[in-house]
C-alpha cells in the first residue's frame, strides 16, 4: 500500500525529518487544541499523552493509505518540565539551569489511520557544557529559541559549541525519533 503521511504540526524540524525520511507528506491545516494534562501526570508520559490530544483533535477524515502524525517534545531537569520560553528572560534562566548538569528529551508520537492507532515516545539525554551569561544570551538574541522546548535547538549554534554528550537519539532532541517513527510507518504501509 502507498503510504500518504498527514504532519499535524507547525514545526519546521518536524517537517525537514520526515522529508529526510523520504515519505510522502502534506502539512495539516491549522486546528484548535488545548495543550493540557492532567497535574499528577508523570512528566515522561506528558509528550505521549499530548500528542495523543493533538491527534484526537485534528479534524481531518483519513482516507485509505493516509497515516495522521502527531508529536510532542518536552525538556525535563530534574523531574521538571521545561517548555516553551515565554520570553527572553525566561529562555536565559531555563538555558542557565541546564548549564553543566544532563536533562532529558522526551519526544511523544501518535500515528493514526482510519483503522489503526500507534502510539509511543523516546527519551534522550543531553549534556550540556558550561557556557558564560554572555554566551546565552547570544545564542538567545541571536536564535531566538521561543518556539523550542527547553529553550533550544541542537541543530544550532548551541548545539555546536555546547552540547558534550548525547545518550539516545539526535533527531528526538529535534523532535521526532526518526528511527522509531520511520519502522512505525513501515508497518502501516505493509497493512492490506
Not at 28 to 41: H, I, Q, R
Request: glycine share 8%.
Amino acid at each position: 500500500m502507498k503510504l500518504h503521511v498527514i504532519l499535524a504540526s507547525g514545526s519546521p524540524r518536524r517537517r525537514e525529518l520526515l522529508s529526510g525520511m523520504g515519505f510522502d507528506f502534506t502539512v495539516a491545516d491549522k486546528f484548535a487544541v488545548e495543550e493540557v494534562f492532567p497535574a499528577d501526570m508523570e512528566p515522561r508520559l506528558v509528550p505521549e499523552y499530548l500528542a495523543g490530544v493533538k491527534s484526537d483533535a485534528c479534524p481531518l477524515a483519513l482516507g485509505a493509505g493516509e497515516v495522521l502524525l502527531t508529536a510532542d517534545t518536552v525538556v525535563l531537569l530534574e523531574g521538571e518540565i521545561l517548555g516553551k520560553p515565554r520570553d527572553r528572560r525566561e529562555a536565559i534562566d531555563m538555558l542557565t539551569r541546564m548549564q553543566g548538569r544532563p536533562h532529558t528529551v522526551v519526544t511523544g508520537v501518535v500515528l493514526r489511520s482510519p483503522v489503526r492507532r500507534v502510539a509511543f515516545s523516546d527519551t534522550t539525554k543531553v549534556w550540556f557544557s558550561p557556557l558564560s551569561p554572555s554566551e546565552i544570551e547570544h545564542y538567545v538574541d541571536t536564535c531566538r529559541p521561543m518556539d523550542k522546548a527547553g529553550a533550544y535547538g541542537v541543530q544550532e549554534w548551541i548545539g555546536y559549541a555546547a552540547i558534550q554528550r548525547i545518550e539516545g537519539s539526535f533527531y528526538n532532541v529535534m523532535g521526532l525519533p526518526t528511527q522509531k517513527v520511520y519502522v512505525a510507518l513501515k508497518e502501516f504501509a505493509s497493512e492490506k
